[in-house]
Nanobody, 128 residues
Framework: QAQLVESGGGLAQAGGSLRLSCAASGRAFSRYHMGWFRQAAGKEREFVAA????????AYADSVKGRFTISRDNAKITVYLQMNSLKPEDTAVYYC?????????????????????WGQGTQVTVAS
């Protein structure tokens, strides 16, 4: 069964950086569109960033634009989220998600229901 496993979360100071990784099982994921979402306590899951299967197109939520960078290494079947200039409001559980197909009209896919596969999440806590 397809599986996504996140790592790299932890505690950071405001203004600091963290890099999240999402390792996928199965070569098929190298053809999947991938996204990162986050969910803070008591809030709904929200879109953070997405990257198309080729890596040629990326998209970001306004709240992270200019601070976060999504990338992928299809040879390693891994997706990354580099988070810089962290803020306390970035504190959340971060989830990696994969979609086997997203039509061009749906791109960027910012809704959780656009994605079929999910990781278990990794906690990111930013201290002020």
């Amino acid at each position: 069964q397809a599986q996504l496993v996140e790592s790299g979360g932890g505690l950071a100071q405001a203004g600091g950086s963290l890099r999240l990784s999402c390792a996928a099982s199965g070569r098929a994921f190298s053809r999947y569109h991938m996204g990162w979402f986050r969910q803070a306590a008591g809030k709904e899951r929200e879109f953070v960033a997405a990257i198309r299967s080729s890596g040629g197109s990326t998209a970001y939520a306004d709240s992270v634009k200019g601070r976060f960078t999504i990338s992928r290494d299809n040879a390693k079947i891994t997706v990354y989220l580099q988070m810089n200039s962290l803020k306390p409001e970035d504190t959340a559980v971060y989830y990696c998600a994969g979609a086997s197909f997203i039509s061009p009209t749906r791109w960027p896919a910012t809704k959780p229901y656009d994605y079929e596969y999910w990781g278990q999440g990794t906690q990111v806590t930013v201290a002020s």
